[in-house]
């Protein structure tokens, strides 16, 4: 099969240890770039012992031959969810780097294990002293290599000298299995820093490690990380994992090896994996209508009349501005900006309709309403606006919003102001006109449940900042910046990043902006501008990136190349999580979105911030519970915002001491039956354990319960006609209490 030409308007990375590798030295000016063709190598096919060396074809494909040698943990064969010595090993499939005097000199086709890039305890700053030589020269050698197969591995004595200015040289080691040095990964016969990355044996992708240390301040301290795109960089201290994928060297006279099918740099196809995922549950962007027959709260701010019905259905009408007579307020530039007074209650607000004309400020209009999940603007006239900073900034759950009815005609910031909106997934622009707007920084900021953002409508020749503005738009598949002229962009000091499209690792579509210059991504004196015109990496779960000739692009067309935009797709094969191990605890989700736990234990892992079914948590509509012993239930189902309902088959509390935000930003959970729970041994869990379960209306209340829990806003009366407003404590049976 034909492969594609690369594109000769984006510059490849050229081999060769001289120039490949990362200078510590600042530029005295900015240079002018021009993109560049970089020559295929010419690399003589040569055939060593049966073996083809590493070899190149015209589109710049790398094949390498492989060999089986050993055995490890690679696949969860037990489908417990983790890979590790419970599971069964699997052949060590090598790629053939070269060959010398019948020794092969190997690397792993896929990083084998996980692990700390530095001992941070032991400040460790050498190969030679290092935890992960120890590791493969000990554990991971006996464990992969029986005692005929220990024979044939060469012991080798290995150069770690490095003449880079800020990488640090070392002594001489004698290893039998270790990791590439830069000086190693860098040399082009072996055709690695054409590769991609390495696929990991639980993960999926992974970085992975070279041996080389990284010791001058502007590269880092610990193992260099080497990522798909054929670069190398360096990280500060991690305190994370990387990748491990081992070398060594075979005496090919062992009769213990096999020969293995060849492996190539580019995967220019996908195979479908099947998967029957849940459906996404359908989110009604209705505004209920104002009850005047039950307002709990109003008032009037400047020229806005303010009320919240009982059902936490904000009204706002007027002609004119807020003065701002909130208890809250915000320090903009030298003055403090004081918040409307609705905001005083924004956890009662679930919706919003808005009836205003003449305001000229929404700055942090609905900030913070973290509980309002539906508005209506229809009736909105914003002609007047000029600033619309931060104005949905936190609101959590806001699902749709449709903006065509807005005039932004005057509107000059739009900083922030989607900012969080964590459940948005649809947004309807219209002709939304920004022809005056000067600053869009984080305007899509961690909105991690968009799919698609058409921005064709949008006129950016004003815009100056768009820093970060598209950061952990984690589900964004389709871009579309088309209408993007970029000519007015400029950068502060430090901390450029523009569009920060390199995260979006679920992109398949991207309509390219315009105008963009090469000068904009020259880091000279500026030390913390980065690549920020790199697009989504290419990886063994994608295609690469082409336009409609078949041209490979791997960043955003500069210079001459971008007088006009082009459309980019590639194809990404998702694989959703839907089962596994969390902690002690084992889970699933059905085709019905159905989630079942089960275990005796904890949930938790060190350093994990929610249980591992949070991944599902956009198909996850209900959930059953048979867990027992948890002394932890902390953040247990939190931010699962499609979960209406819970049968709690078993879940023993009788050593639980901990349960705060255990249903934090349940949005849609209607009703909670925790009348067999018994909370005697609680120490902590007020704090946020019903917040944002803005739907709940229906309870019944646990026993011995000593601590104050609130309850959410509204009014909560048990069957004799009390009001509640926290869950009632010290009682030995359990209550009914529902919400009016």
């Known amino acids: 099969q034909t492969q594609p030409a690369v594109n000769q308007g984006v510059t490849q990375p ?11 030295k600042k530029p005295s000016s900015s240079p002018t770039r021009k993109p560049a063709k970089t020559p295929v190598p010419t690399w003589t096919t040569t055939v060593v012992n049966g073996f083809y060396l590493p070899r190149i074809d015209e589109n710049e494909v790398v094949s390498w031959d492989c060999l089986y040698f050993g055995n490890y943990w690679q696949e969860d064969t037990n489908n417990d969810g983790k890979v590790d010595e419970k599971d069964e090993k699997q052949p060590i499939k090598w790629r053939v780097l070269s060959i010398e005097n019948n020794t092969a000199f190997l690397l792993a086709d896929r990083s084998l294990a996980s692990r700390p890039n530095i001992d941070e305890e032991k400040g460790e700053t050498s190969w030679e002293n290092s935890e992960v030589r120890k590791w493969l020269n000990n554990d991971f050698y006996n464990d992969a290599f029986s005692e005929k197969e220990k024979q044939g591995v060469v012991l080798k004595t290995l150069d770690n000298t490095e003449d880079t200015e800020g990488y640090q040289s070392g002594n001489s080691t004698q290893d039998k299995v270790a ?38 301040e502007s590269i880092g301290n610990g193992f260099i990380d080497v990522p798909t795109s054929a670069k190398i960089y360096g990280s500060w201290r991690m305190r994370g994992t ?47 209508e104002f009850d005047e027959k039950n307002i709990v709260h109003q008032g009037v701010d400047g020229s806005i009349t ?11 009408e007027g002609n004119g501005d807020w003065e701002g007579l909130g208890d809250s307020f915000v320090i903009v530039g030298d003055e403090d900006q004081k918040y409307p007074k609705w905001l005083d209650y924004s956890d009662d607000i679930i919706s919003a309709k808005v009836k205003i004309s003449g305001i000229t400020n929404c700055h942090r209009m609905f900030g913070d309403c973290t509980e309002m999940k539906t508005i209506d603007v229809s009736e909105f006239d914003t002609s007047k606006v000029t600033d619309m900073e931060d104005m949905f900034r936190n609101c959590f759950a806001l699902h749709n919003i449709d903006l065509s009815a807005l005039d932004t005609s005057n509107v000059q910031s739009m900083y922030n102001m989607f900012y969080r909106c964590k459940s948005l997934r649809k947004l309807i622009f219209g002709d939304f006109n920004t022809k005056n707007v000067t600053n869009m920084r984080c305007m899509f900021y961690e909105c991690e449940s968009i799919q698609e953002l058409d921005l064709s409508a949008f006129n950016t020749k004003k815009v100056r900042d768009m820093d970060w503005m598209f950061y952990s738009c984690k589900k964004l598949e389709k871009l579309n910046l088309s209408s993007f002229d970029l000519t007015a962009i400029e ?8 569009f920060k499209l390199a995260d979006l690792e679920n992109l398949v579509e991207l309509k390219t902006p315009t105008h963009l210059s090469e000068d904009l991504f020259i880091d000279s004196e500026n030390w913390g501008r980065i690549n920020t015109k790199e697009l ?41 999580r839907l089962s596994g191990v969390s902690g002690d605890l084992q889970w699933n989700v059905d085709s019905q979105g159905k989630l079942m736990i089960t275990g005796s234990g904890e949930w938790k892992e060190d350093g994990e911030d929610y249980p591992d079914w949070h991944e599902a948590r956009d198909y996850i509509t209900s959930c059953e519970v048979d867990v027992t012993d948890i002394k932890d239930a902390s953040d247990f189902f939190a931010d699962l915002p499609y979960l209406q309902h819970i049968t709690f088959t078993r879940f023993d509390t009788s050593k639980t001491t901990n349960m705060s935000g255990m249903f934090y930003c349940c949005h849609n959970l209607q009703s909670l039956d925790l009348s067999k729970w018994d909370l005697s041994k609680v120490e902590s869990g007020g704090e946020y354990f019903l917040s944002g379960t803005v739907s709940l209306n229906r309870i019944k209340t646990p026993v ?37």
Request: aromatic residues 8%.
């Open 491 to 498: 950068f502060d000091d430090h901390d450029s990043t523009l």
């Open 306 to 316: 303010w009320k919240i019905d009982k059902n936490g259905c904000l009204l706002l």
């Open 179 to 216: 990791l590439l040095s830069l000086r190693e990964l860098a040399v082009e016969r072996y055709g690695l820093l054409r590769g991609r990355y390495s696929r990991y044996t639980s993960d999926g992708n992974a970085d992975w490690a070279v041996r080389t240390i990284a010791v001058s």
């Open 704 to 740: 011995n319960l000593s601590k104050e829990v609130s309850l959410p806003d509204g009014i909560w009366k048990d069957e004799d006609g009390n009001r509640y407003t926290v869950l009632p404590q010290n009682r030995t049976t359990s209550i009914l209490l529902k919400k009016e």
């Open 242 to 288: 990387i990748g491990i994928r081992p070398i060594m060297y075979l005496n090919l006279s062992s009769k213990q090896w096999k020969k293995a099918e060849s492996v190539s740099s580019v995967p220019y196809e996908l195979e479908d994996e099947e998967q029957t995922l849940p459906q996404i549950p359908e989110v009604s962007d209705e505004v209920t």
């Open 536 to 576: 989504p990496k290419w990886t063994t779960n994608t295609t690469p990136w082409k336009d409609d000739k078949g041209s490979i692009y791997t960043e955003l067309p500069v210079d001459a190349a971008s007088k006009s935009s082009i459309t980019l797709t590639r194809q990404v094969r998702k694989s959703q």
């Open 14 to 24: 050229t081999l060769g240890s001289q120039n490949v590798l990362p200078s510590t």
